[in-house]
């Protein structure tokens, strides 16, 4: 490896600079969503789903961070350390998704069909002894209780090796990390079943829950590659160097890939088989969204595919980070597709002003927890026992 | 690249690359003992058995087996599958574990892509058997021919076709890409003038120079570009063999990434299953650690607990769709007729692995031998549940039907064992177990002495 010089590292102060355009970007949001609430006055269903689906977005990237963090870990990969304090700063966002969530809650009625008990045909009173609101509940309860924890102590344990450094943490950490993958692969499917899955009630797919996990999966990659170039340029890591945006590069590609897969193999089974309970889905998004339908596919997986093709591609910062925020908006679109057909219906659902400024808010909110927790912490962990090999290896 | 002295050494013991070489060496050069020919002999008689039974199936038609109008798809398909899934651990290990920076597929990686070579055949022969007439095999080729008839594109039967013979070929190359290398070291080594002949030949008179290593070096990567999404195409599409139906039971949309995951599973599991004798029988303790089975391990765990949540999806959506004929299907295995089979695959597949979590148990290689002979069973089955059990609930109750493997079936199933065992018997003999080359290139960093070394040179540094 030829010899770098490595800058002396900045260290992280979340400034008022920083804040003022926080508070810039949380007030466009806002303003947008009173301009819909008041000015616009459009359809209550419509200002719920942005709601939820801005707030599945908020959690997807704090979970799909820690995700990636402890599907790390267990794999006794080492590489990530150096920019490690991202994703757990990241995954201590979890809770405040679920006071995201609890907002959208009034809303329940208006996105899910199954929440009218009074009047549900066969199949969905079939569906009750899962699809009802006491388990719904419990059932959200849970995940966020468990989320919220692992991302906690998974974090303690890390922040804690920095001033006691012992082996013994790098094992609780292992351990701790599969608890939370077994958790979480139970959890990252059902918890799709419940949130969005059941917007389109009668609708199932055995699918589901892994090509949601898969789109979160991406979109929490990108906002790692995005916050980690960041702060390699302004010098708080600076020891991340180009292997680590390629491989994270790797990772946007792979699993861009690893998408799209998913997408395929859920789409062509059902148009293959086309038995109308479940082509149902798809004739309402191919018919009445046809644009956006075949945009998901072009910018989450067509533009990543050719544009992190070669090499030098995802070794460039700036390019890197054009196509992680391309890849992220595709996600949202993503999620909009999920959810709008369902929940608001072609008439009303459309792209307007509310759905454009109001994840503004929602990322000033999120980047603000982020800072803070990140300015809680070293940046780099110290004492790591594999540290070494996360500052001096090579791709090939 | 440094390695942290908390890391497991990937080859135990002091070793300099003239031990390596030596040591891998042995089997090729030695005479074959007694055990080796009683090996190989019992392989090839029951490779015979398997090949007098097709011919009788050629010759006398499908009848000699125990299929039926309704379920069309017995023995045979389930083996097919079986043999293609145990096919995906050698390219896993080569391709997707060599993205994922995974060094210790370096000591394994051989021996498993000969065994996914060896395991695709057996696979191959069963489709081609279940056609009824092999001398008519090439129809499945699609070319223009003299009746105008092509094959149908739209079947995902066909689809299998060009998957499996893509990766046949991608995965040939790749390993015998591997191989050349090593090839050239044996051929250096060899005393008898044919011998040396016949390596130099078989290495392309491999010269070891900067021009040979780069274009090889090069090709590999593109070779294992190419094989990694290869690993993942293969099964989904063997997937759609069943899940493009209306079947209940066949028809589901997580098939193809359960299908993937399985697949390597069982890969793995018959890795583990060979590769326990092999160190033990040709002196490789020191390169197949128990280090490297416990990293195995991990991976069946990972994998097999990605079956475990998929069966337990497709159960939950069964009720969760309020289709009747999916909740049928699922309840009649678990309690129908065949219902010992579908508890001997959850048994074997969900529950057995779930022991790994144990560390102790992770690195017990008695245990892991068995557990591995438990997951090759358990995926037969999950394949026999999957074919058999659907397909014997017809729509109509007046075809219901059960089915019971005749001896043809069964003696054919054994032949391909003894293809399996024949071919990997010589394997040993012929090219070296281990990638010597690639072991080389990690013994610098990642031998015992060498990490004993590298921490004490890094520690000063570090303070």
């Known amino acids: ?396 | 690249m440094q390695v942290s002295q908390v890391r497991e050494p990937l080859i135990n013991g002091e070793k300099s690359y003239e031990n390596i070489t030596s040591d891998v060496m042995a089997p090729v050069r030695a005479k074959p003992g007694k055990l080796w020919f009683l090996g190989f002999g019992i392989s090839a008689l029951v490779m015979l058995a398997g090949f007098a039974a097709i011919a009788y199936t050629v010759w006398f038609g499908i009848g000699t087996w125990g299929v039926n109008r309704t379920i069309g798809w017995g023995w045979s398909i389930t083996n097919f599958v079986w043999w293609v899934g145990i096919g995906h651990a050698g390219t896993f290990i080569s391709a997707i574990l060599l993205l994922f920076r995974q060094k210790w597929r370096t000591s394994i990686n051989r021996a498993a892509e000969a065994m996914t070579l060896f395991a695709v055949m057996c696979a191959g022969l069963f489709p081609l058997i279940h056609m009824g007439r092999l001398p008519l095999a090439f129809f499945i080729f699609p070319y223009p021919n003299t009746r105008e008839l092509w094959v149908n594109f739209n079947s995902p039967l066909l689809w299998d076709v060009f998957a499996i013979t893509t990766y046949l070929l991608v995965s040939l190359l790749f390993w015998y890409m591997g191989l050349i290398p090593d090839l050239g070291t044996i051929r250096d080594r060899m005393k008898t003038l044919w011998k040396k002949k016949a390596y130099n030949f078989l290495s392309f008179g491999w010269k070891g120079s900067a021009r040979h290593w780069q274009r090889h070096e090069s090709m590999s990567l593109v070779l294992a570009g190419l094989a990694a999404p290869l690993v993942l195409s293969v099964h989904t599409i063997v997937s759609f063999d069943f899940a493009t139906s209306v079947i209940p039971g066949w028809h589901t949309t997580i098939f193809p990434p359960y299908f993937v995951s399985g697949a390597v599973f069982s890969g793995f599991a018959m890795v583990l299953t060979l590769m326990i004798v092999t160190r033990r029988a040709l002196n490789l303790q020191e390169y197949i650690t128990v280090g490297h089975v416990e990293s195995m391990n991990k991976v069946i765990i990972a994998t097999g607990s990605i079956v475990g949540i998929a069966y337990i999806t497709e159960l939950f959506m069964a009720w969760y769709s309020g289709v009747e004929y999916e909740r049928y299907a699922f309840i009649n295995r678990a309690m129908g007729p065949y219902a010992w089979a579908y508890w001997i695959m959850m048994t074997c597949n969900v529950i057995s692995p779930q022991l790994l979590w144990i560390k102790k148990l992770r690195r017990n290689l008695t245990f892991t031998f068995i557990l591995s002979i438990f997951i090759n069973i358990g995926m037969w089955f999950e394949r026999f549940v999957i074919v058999v059990t659907s397909l014997h609930r017809d729509y109509l109750p007046s075809s219901w039907s059960m089915y019971k493997p005749t001896w043809v079936e069964v003696a054919i199933f054994l032949g391909t064992f003894g293809l399996f065992f024949t071919l990997f018997f010589l394997f040993i003999r012929i090219f070296p177990v281990i990638a010597l080359a690639e072991v080389k290139s990690v013994a610098k960093s990642s031998a015992r002495k060498f990490i004993r070394k590298s921490s004490k040179k890094s520690k000063p540094e570090n303070e």
Not at chain 1, 124 to 135: A, D, G, H, S, V
Not at chain 1, 217 to 229: D, E, K, N, P, R
Not at chain 1, 324 to 349: F, Q, T
Not at chain 1, 369 to 385: D, M, Q, R, T
């Open chain 1, 1 to 396: 490896m030829e010899k770098q010089n490595i800058p002396e590292p900045v260290p992280f102060k979340f400034g008022k600079k920083l804040k003022t355009y926080l508070g810039i970007a949380a007030g466009i949001g806002l303003l947008a969503l009173l301009i819909a609430v008041f000015v616009q006055q459009l359809p209550s269903e419509r200002i719920w789903a942005n709601l939820w689906m801005n707030a599945l977005m908020f959690l997807f990237l704090g979970l799909g961070a820690l995700f990636f963090w402890t599907v790390n870990t267990l794999g006794e990969s080492t590489w990530q350390i150096n920019f490690q304090r991202v994703m757990e700063s990241m995954g201590l966002t979890i809770p405040f998704a679920a006071i995201f969530f609890v907002l959208a809650f009034p809303g329940l009625k208006d996105l899910f069909e199954w929440t009218h008990t009074e009047h549900l045909d066969r199949i969905l009173q079939e569906k009750t002894p899962y699809l009802n609101m006491p388990f719904w509940m419990v059932r959200f309860a849970v995940y966020f209780i468990l989320w919220s924890f692992f991302a906690w102590y998974l974090r303690k344990i890390s922040v804690k090796n920095d001033f006691e450094p012992h082996d013994k943490y790098l094992g609780r950490l292992r351990a701790t990390s599969g608890w939370f993958i077994v958790f979480f692969a139970i959890s990252s499917s059902t918890a799709a079943w419940d949130w969005l899955m059941s917007i389109d009630a009668h609708w199932f797919s055995t699918l589901y829950g892994w090509y949601i996990f898969s789109g979160m999966f991406v979109a929490a990659i990108a906002v790692i590659i995005l916050i980690t170039i960041a702060f390699k340029k302004f010098n708080i890591l600076p020891n991340v160097n180009k292997e680590h945006l390629h491989d994270l590069g790797k990772y946007l590609f792979g699993f861009s890939i690893f998408w799209a897969y998913l997408w395929l193999s859920q789409y062509l089974l059902i148009w293959y088989s086309n038995i109308p309970e479940e082509t149902v889905y798809y004739v309402e998004r191919v018919n009445n969204y046809k644009t956006l339908f075949y945009m998901n596919l072009i910018i989450n997986f067509v533009v990543p595919f050719f544009a992190l093709m070669t090499r030098g591609s995802k070794r460039q910062p700036l390019y890197l980070a054009i196509v992680s925020l391309v890849v992220l908006l595709g996600h949202y679109l993503d999620l909009y597709l999920a959810i709008m057909p369902g929940a608001v219906g072609h008439e009303n659902a459309s792209i307007g002003l509310l759905e454009i400024g109001l994840p503004f808010f929602y990322l000033a909110v999120f980047l603000t927890l982020f800072f803070i927790s990140f300015g809680k912490a070293k940046p780099v962990p110290e004492n790591h026992p594999y540290a070494i090999e996360s500052s001096s290896y090579e791709n090939i």
